[in-house]
């Protein structure tokens, strides 16, 4: 049911101010109508009464109807009252002042009863609106954090799930969802849905391991881009026939459904290439054959090296790239190197580069090391528009 109204009327002259109240009270009976003789007693009311509705005239003594209304639209806790403007002046240029200032509307003087009260009722009306769409927008909001509640709930019935038949896959899937989500921030290419179903994904990325043979399920999936058992190539529709069930887990298991594409066509189990495999999954992909070497005992190093080998044949090269500059910065702080990072419209001559300039083609344009000068400023910013930077510049701190 709408909420009773509340009205202000402003106006300098008490016949004015008695008619429009009589006006209001036959239209609106059970509404709080008050009344102000000039700017500075409405404003003060205003912060008493805070009504829905005022009616002000364009020429009040102390504060003018337009330095009013600039005043309410100018203050968070008043700038949703609905503002009518009073005005004998025909000028157009008046009535444009009067709507710029952040009028909501405004009535020619001298004015009849039933042009009046067909204006109020259609202020009235987007009030009511207007208190609806809050109070969904209220609702939708316990919604969201229920339904974000109960993801959380979901994915931790999955990691304990998880953990009871592969413990060793806990740790490695925390670890892929952390860096693949700072992965996917430099890109700049997710928005916030996507980014959560990422999340979703990449915690959850060995699930469809789940029901492999005891002798299998700690194994890594692939490897040198082939899967390591033939039971292997069902994981992919297992991962998506698990989280699917959930709804909002969909986008999440079409991720891991195409996480064993290798980016030269040959993988499973779709055999999609390039840009036909989704960008999260060529992000968590190559996130997770890195950590299944360091399963495998393998140096930090050697793991990247063997990486960095297959990229563009099996790994999206900017995922090698944004994993490469993710290791050197967790490298670069164990070790306590100063460095930044920096954009590029925050490039400096004198800055001393800490970490290669590599674009998307996996084009090294600026070697660590390098001191920039104005010349290789222009040149990195002049490639940048044909062949983008992958990730952040960094820089000695």
Same mark, same amino acid.
Request: charged content about 25%; some cysteine; aromatic content about 8%.
């Given at each position: 049911?709408?909420?009773? $109204?509340?009205?202000? /009327?402003? %106006? ?6 008695? @008619? !429009?109240? #009589?006006?209001?009270? *036959? &239209? ?118 229920? $339904?974000?509640?109960? /993801?959380? %709930? ?6 304990? @799930? !998880?953990? #009871?038949?592969?413990? *060793? &896959? ?60 033939p039971l292997m190539t069902q994981v992919p529709n297992l ?64 793991? !990247? ?5 297959? &990229? ?17 910065l967790n490298a670069a702080q164990e070790s306590g190197t ?60």
């Amino acid at each position: 049911m709408p909420k009773l $109204l509340t009205f202000l /009327i402003v %106006d300098d002259e008490e016949a004015i101010l008695l @008619l !429009l109240k #009589a006006y209001i009270k *036959n &239209s609106f009976n059970l509404a709080d109508v008050y009344s102000a003789e000039d700017g500075l007693d409405a404003y003060n009311k205003v912060k008493e009464y805070h009504p829905n509705i005022i009616i002000c005239d364009y020429d009040m003594p102390k504060l003018n109807g337009l330095d009013l209304c600039r005043r309410l639209r100018a203050d968070a806790n008043f700038n949703d009252i609905y503002f009518i403007a009073l005005t004998g002046n025909t000028d157009s240029v008046i009535k444009k002042e009067i709507l710029e200032a952040g009028a909501d509307d405004y009535i020619n003087k001298p004015f009849n009863n039933e042009e009046f009260v067909y204006r109020l009722r259609s202020a009235s009306r987007y009030i009511n609106l207007k208190e609806k769409l809050a109070e969904e927008n209220i609702l939708l909001h316990d919604i969201a954090n229920e $339904l974000e509640s109960s /993801i959380n %709930d979901l994915k931790a019935f999955g990691y304990n @799930l !998880l953990h #009871a038949r592969m413990p *060793n &896959s806990i740790a490695k899937m925390h670890n892929v969802m952390g860096i693949t989500v700072w992965m996917a921030k430099q890109l700049n290419e997710f928005d916030e849905g996507q980014l959560r179903d990422l999340e979703i994904a990449a915690s959850l990325c060995d699930c469809g391991k789940i029901s492999l043979p005891d002798n299998l399920v700690n194994n890594p999936v692939v490897l040198d881009g082939m899967p390591t058992d033939p039971l292997m190539t069902q994981v992919p529709n297992l991962s998506k026939d698990i989280l699917s069930k959930v709804g909002r887990f969909k986008d999440a298991a079409d991720i891991l459904y195409h996480l064993y594409e290798n980016f030269d066509g040959t993988g499973f189990p779709e055999k999609q290439q390039s840009w036909q495999i989704p960008l999260a999954s060529r992000l968590i992909r190559v996130v997770s054959d890195y950590l299944d070497l360091l399963i495998l005992r393998k140096s930090k190093a050697e793991a !990247l090296d063997i990486i960095k080998r297959s &990229s563009r044949r099996f790994y999206d090269n900017r995922a090698v790239i944004l994993l490469e500059q993710f290791l050197a910065l967790n490298a670069a702080q164990e070790s306590g190197t100063r460095e930044k990072a920096i954009k590029l419209h925050e490039l400096k001559e004198g800055m001393v580069l800490t970490r290669d300039i590599i674009t998307n083609s996996g084009l090294k344009i600026i070697p660590n090391g390098a001191v920039l000068r104005a010349k290789s400023i222009k040149a990195i910013i002049s490639h940048n528009a044909t062949d983008a930077i992958v990730g952040d510049i960094y820089v000695k701190d």
